[in-house]
């Protein structure tokens, strides 16, 4: 039986970049991908592409959060799994809330956006996509949360 | 898709702002181009000219599942946008990979546009975006010494032990997450407006432990002090409780970057 308290992630697991980078860039990431303002220019992914590049960089992002991987990999131990449970449980409810960003599902970690208050009351919807093209407009509507 | 010639280039936008001067200090975009200011209709588009090779489709939707591109990319991209921020201009951050044809169709979408722009740049006047994450430490309250097990033999004796410790972490856990939830709300009243991230973001950092709060919160900067407060005076509280504060930013308003109403025509 392994160490309950043995949290660590071996070194291999953690890809190239340092811990500190990697989470810079994935909090970077968090807000370059799933926030900023959405436009349709003539170029930008269309919705079927960008679900496309959305598979995609799931797989990126797990391999930046190769610590979650880990978690998910070692399930079995006891101490780890209590890490993974404690912070999936909350998401689980609202699976689909969880890929509202897209380290979210990849991570499995999301919490989803039940609490988001204030977007909804004082700030109208912060979650609202900013779509200039009437093709785009239902599906953004109805994607724009998950992301 | 029609072929692109070897050098064609296509436009990728980084920011809207308000009629305003270049900022001061060129910073290169996302190929290293220079960044050009399109004023149109009284606003201004941070704007360049990046190779369709490489940017233009199908080639991003490849580059994009390369980590040291995104990477870059993405660092790129969010430098110009600061670079677009000052003291006194608020700036629309852009998600990445918005990409048009030509110039033109970028001044069309602010002349078209330029009311909600508008509305957006004012909702981001005078504030920041922060961030705020709780991580709680699951070894904190780690191993409870547990007394009853004197009569059952030592593998049983070790098991019961083994799940003592997991509830009482499972309990530390879950305290840890109420109080996360707390902090949320504390902050929520001190900001314009919030939202919680996924929580997937900071476990890759080895040791950070587990992340129970992601919140972005966009607060008015005469607040900044009052909001910091909270932040620091709270996590001073929870020192010993394994609980750990973190305060990131200042963010351009990645995650505020938007307009009410503005989605449903």
Known sequence: MPDTRDTSVPAERQGSYPPERRLALVDLLDRVLAGGVVLRGELSLCIADIELVRVSLRAVVASVSSLAEATTTTADEPGRTIEARAVREPGAVRESMAVRTITGETVGTGRGDSRDRADDDADGGVDDGFVDSADSADTADAEAPRW | ?265
Not at chain 2, 162 to 189: F, M, N, P, Q
Not at chain 2, 212 to 225: C, I, K, M, Q, T
């Open chain 2, 1 to 265: 898709m029609t072929e692109t010639a070897p050098d064609a280039t296509c436009v990728w936008l980084y920011a809207v702002t308000r009629d305003a001067p270049p900022p001061e200090k060129a910073v290169p975009g996302v190929a290293g181009e220079k960044v050009d200011a399109l004023q149109e209709a009284g606003l201004t588009a941070l704007a360049g000219a990046v190779p369709e090779r490489e940017f233009g489709q199908p080639a991003v939707r490849h580059n994009l599942e390369n980590l040291d591109w995104l990477a870059a990319v993405a660092r790129a991209h969010d430098a110009v946008v600061r670079s677009a921020i000052g003291a006194e201009a608020a700036a629309v951050p852009v998600r990445l990979v918005t990409l048009f044809s030509e110039e033109r169709s970028v001044r069309s979408l602010l002349r078209e546009r330029g009311a909600d722009f508008e509305a957006a740049l004012r909702h981001l006047d005078g504030r920041t975006e922060w961030g705020v994450k709780v991580f709680g430490d699951p070894t904190a309250s780690g191993e409870s010494e547990s007394d009853d097990t004197d009569e059952v033999n030592p593998g049983t004796a070790y098991l019961l032990r083994r799940r003592a410790a997991r509830a009482e972490r499972e309990r530390a856990v879950r305290a840890a997450t109420d109080y996360g939830d707390r902090l949320h709300a504390r902050l929520a009243r001190l900001s314009v407006a919030d939202r919680q991230h996924a929580l997937g973001g900071a476990v890759a950092r080895e040791g950070a432990g587990t992340l129970l709060l992601n919140g972005a919160y966009l607060v008015d900067d005469r607040s900044f002090a009052a909001f910091r407060d909270a932040v620091e005076t709270v996590d001073a509280e929870t020192g010993d409780a394994g609980v750990r504060v973190e305060l990131t930013g200042p963010w351009p308003p990645y995650s505020f970057a938007s307009v009410p109403g503005l989605t449903d025509a």
